[in-house]
């Protein structure tokens, strides 16, 4: 398995050096850049001032050659730096550095979230078919999946204004100060993010239906065995097998789904710098903070496949 994990993850540089081209040359297509942003705001506070454009385009490197502006941002990257943002002129990776932590948090309680309320609604549903319990739950994941996550974030403020009077906390509360006001900050957009569950659920349910209807589950039921022992030991382990496949989706719609998430909750993550950097056209902002996330998730897409020898021991890897 280790010779396969290392040319799994060779095999992520070109990979991501190829999605860095085509980032690279769409941001080029996109009407206007950086100069012209920077143009457009001098001219509505001065109308009149004299702007040397051409000279603007030379303090910022935007009249080199393209390949020249991206192997210069290639070969930083390999040096571990991302870029200098020409709005502010600090380094991408520190400013990263500081936003990471926001995005893995947001995402890292999602991901509990999700999984408490998949779960057990999966199982229950599944073991209680056709009752009650089981249309309740499968009414859930279509609500849950049917409902966008913006629309529901815009909702959720909104009437909370009008019949509850809150109003969510617009200054970031760190971790290390006030553990609870961040989680309290936190757990609103996190709940939002988990509506698409309803997925996960539905797979888990079907899966599960598969595996107790299978003949070795009906042998442990006729022996006696423990129902714990049962669900948890036979059937849920080898429905999560199939299962790992789909926390691929639901792992990359969290990732796009804390992008909005930190724009409307005002949360300094990941998401919320990639949009202010697309606003003002800061390319290599914008490259720096899509290649951590295509890199975060190329990266879960290797320990999900690597995962299935370990819920299956019949899985080798050669």
């Known amino acids: 398995m280790r010779n396969y994990a290392i040319k799994r993850l060779l ?19 996109m009407p206007g850049d950086y100069v012209d942003t920077l143009v457009m705001a001098i001219r509505q506070q001065d109308p009149g001032a004299d702007i040397d454009r051409e000279a603007l385009e030379e303090e910022f490197g935007l009249n080199r050659p393209l390949i020249t502006q991206y192997l210069d941002w290639l070969g930083g990257v390999f040096r571990g730096e991302l870029g200098v943002s020409m709005l502010t002129g600090k380094s991408a990776t520190a400013e990263m ?32 078919q056709d009752t009650k319990l089981d249309y309740l739950g499968r009414g859930f994941t279509v609500v849950g999946m049917a ?19 809150w109003v969510p906390d617009i200054v970031y509360i760190p971790f290390t100060q006030d553990p609870l006001g961040n989680l309290r900050q936190f757990i609103v957009p996190a709940l939002i993010m988990s509506l698409p569950a ?12 598969e595996v107790i209807r299978q003949d070795y589950v009906r ?14 030991r036979h059937a849920l382990r080898n429905a999560m097998i199939p299962l790992n496949s789909m926390l691929i989706p639901v792992f990359l719609g969290m990732l796009g789904g804390s992008v909005i998430m930190e724009n409307v909750f ?14 003002m056209r800061d390319w290599p902002i914008v490259l720096g903070t899509n290649l951590f996330f295509t890199a ?12 299935y020898a370990w819920a299956d021991p019949r899985i080798r890897y050669d």
């Open 11 to 29: 095999l992520l540089i070109p990979t991501i050096i190829l999605f860095t081209i085509t980032m690279f040359l769409a941001l080029q297509l």
């Open 97 to 128: 550095i500081k936003r990471i932590p926001v995005t893995v948090e947001l995402n890292l309680i999602s991901f509990i979230i999700t999984w408490i309320i998949a779960l057990p609604v999966g199982i229950y549903s599944a073991l209680f």
């Open 147 to 165: 409902m966008p996550d913006y629309w529901v974030a815009t909702m959720v403020i909104v009437f909370g204004v009008i019949w509850l009077g």
């Open 198 to 209: 309803g997925g996960l659920v539905r797979a888990l349910r079907t899966l599960t239906l």
């Open 219 to 232: 042998t442990a039921w006729a022996k006696g065995l423990k129902e714990r022992a049962i669900i948890f």
């Open 266 to 279: 005002a949360l300094p993550g990941m998401g919320r710098y990639l949009i202010s950097a697309l606003q």
């Open 296 to 307: 975060l998730g190329l990266i879960t897409i290797v320990i999900v496949d690597l995962s």
